[in-house]
């Protein structure tokens, strides 16, 4: 079993303190992590330190995290192939994209939309972890998602910070 912590949507170009408290709160029993993109600066990542990690860039990322980062990225974690990217487009056409971009996955994950999602679409998992900076629509709290693996399949669950830990 292995446990997943997922974010997208950071928006911020350093760690401060605000980013290093939901880190730990969100992903503390987490050995991997995935960044669905729009990080900004490819820097916070190091707030992962001791964990795997995968990201991807996204639409507002700067010229580091574009130059270090692919688009999308296929990654086999236990048995199970996961593929990760930002999206782009109108929200209401971009899980088809991501099933294109992605045929024969056992889960995608992506951003973008800043909107959370946990879904099937046949057998593969659509996984969208909403914005963790609190950047959701009409004042929603930062969002995240725990992926966990298992022999009999995936499950994924979505959180939201509450009031005490913003």
């Given at each position: ?162 009031e005490t830990d913003i």
């Open positions: 079993m292995t446990r997943i912590g997922i974010l997208s949507d950071t928006h911020i170009s350093s760690i401060s303190p605000w980013f290093t408290k939901q880190v730990q709160i969100a992903f503390s029993d987490c050995s991997v992590i995935l960044h669905a993109g729009d990080l900004t600066d490819i820097s916070i990542l190091s707030a992962f330190e001791g964990k795997k990690v995968h990201a991807v860039h996204g639409n507002m990322c700067d010229s580091s995290s574009y130059q270090s980062l692919p688009t999308d990225k296929l990654i086999t974690i236990d048995k199970y192939t996961i593929g990760l990217c930002h999206g782009a487009g109108v929200r209401h056409t971009i899980e088809e994209r991501m099933l294109n971009l992605f045929p024969n996955v056992n889960c995608i994950v992506y951003g973008h939309t800043h909107i959370a999602a946990n879904h099937r679409f046949a057998q593969t998992l659509v996984i969208n972890p909403g914005s963790f900076a609190a950047t959701g629509r009409y004042g929603a709290p930062g969002s995240y998602a725990i992926l966990t693996t298992h022999t009999e399949g995936l499950q994924c669950s979505l959180h939201q910070f509450s």
